[in-house]
């Protein structure tokens, strides 16, 4: 499906489109082979393997983009700060390499990892390990050292066992028309939210949230100048506008929202997710500022005009996360600390 396609048809599903009714009966057949898939890894039929250390998944049941790798970041650094060594797993869509598991640093090419990964190892400076085989992936994580994993969009990748699911649900979009695929964006049916530990609503809801859901927000950090890194506070700003708003990510639409809420006045250019950019797709011949997303930009080095800057972005779930993960991490951290003193003694 091409970029352009694929957008018109998440906007149809999003938007509850009458025409999506007709892809009801591959929608049926679709749910069978999740219900079945499940079945079969619930039932020990295909194998899941379990990390020796608690395993974190961060996920989500639909199609675009929702905020999970920004959280898979806040998570990572809250768990530096309680004296855990997280490693974070990725499939690593987007991209790839000849072999794999393949370790991610801050100068792998994005065409071997994938966008996220990259991004995620530029802002968290932890191990990250991209391969489609997770169970696979997290064991280099564990030989390096790791004592906790995170994966990032694992919800699916039922091959890895895990301690903990957290679904990270778009605000605005919500769920959708509430279908699964084709005739609709999710991946797996509504009733999936009951066996999760959590679920993150993305900004204000403009749909009814789940009983008990928490709530997270994206807040803009500052500016980063993409040619040489400079960093500028939100204001004032940095460039005069209008400026070209360039984003390949899930939902282009939040991004452009929170520049104009900054104040900047933006052209947008919206892009398909994981957009794979040329310099031609950043040529818009004139010398107006172009600014991206901290994902599209990690793609774009080189490429980009010299007056080319990032809106970095962090995650701010609300306190009643905080409390609710604090306490996760202790029933986590009870065994780890038994287990030590047995060792010891």
């Not at 806040?74 to 990725?90: C, K, T, Y």
């Not at 039922?158 to 005739?183: I, K, M, S, T, Y």
């Amino acid at each position: 499906m091409s970029g352009g396609l694929g957008e018109r048809w998440l906007a149809a599903a999003y938007g509850g489109a009458g025409w999506l009714r007709a892809l009801r009966p591959l929608e049926a057949l679709y749910r069978r082979a999740v219900a079945r898939r499940a079945a079969a890894f619930a039932a020990g039929r295909r194998p899941v393997w379990r990390a020796p250390v608690p395993v974190v998944v961060v996920g989500n049941i639909t199609l675009g983009g929702t905020g999970k790798s920004p959280l898979v970041a806040w998570l990572a650094g809250r768990l530096v700060e309680r004296g855990w060594r997280p490693g974070i797993l990725s499939r690593g869509y987007g991209g790839r390499s000849e072999a794999y598991p393949l370790r991610v640093t801050a100068d792998t090419p994005v065409a071997q990892c994938g966008d996220e990964p990259r991004m995620l190892a530029e802002q968290t400076a932890l191990p990250v390990v991209v391969d489609p085989d997770r169970p696979r992936g997290a064991r280099l994580l564990l030989e390096a050292g790791c004592d906790i994993l995170l994966s990032d969009d694992g919800l699916q990748h039922l091959a890895l066992g895990r301690d903990l699911e957290l679904v990270v649900v778009d605000g605005r979009r919500g769920f959708g028309n509430g279908r699964c695929l084709p005739a609709g964006p999710l991946r797996e049916p509504l009733s999936r939210l009951a066996s999760v530990d959590a679920v993150m609503v993305n900004g204000e809801p403009a749909f009814a949230a789940p009983d008990g859901a928490f709530s997270m927000r994206l807040v803009p950090s500052g500016w980063r100048r993409l040619g040489d890194g400079r960093r500028c506070p939100l204001a004032p700003l940095p460039f005069a506008g209008p400026v070209h708003g360039v984003a390949g990510i899930g939902n282009p639409s939040r991004f452009f929202a929170s520049l104009e809420a900054l104040g900047v006045a933006v052209i947008p250019h919206p892009m398909a997710d994981h957009h794979a950019f040329r310099a031609e797709d950043l040529a818009f011949g004139d010398d107006r500022p172009l600014v991206m997303t901290a994902k599209d930009a990690v793609k774009c080095r080189g490429l980009a005009p010299d007056d080319s800057w990032v809106l970095d972005v962090v995650a701010a779930p609300d306190p009643a996360f905080e409390a609710w993960f604090e306490a996760r991490l202790e029933r986590f951290r009870a065994p780890r600390e038994t287990a030590r003193g047995g060792a010891s003694g």
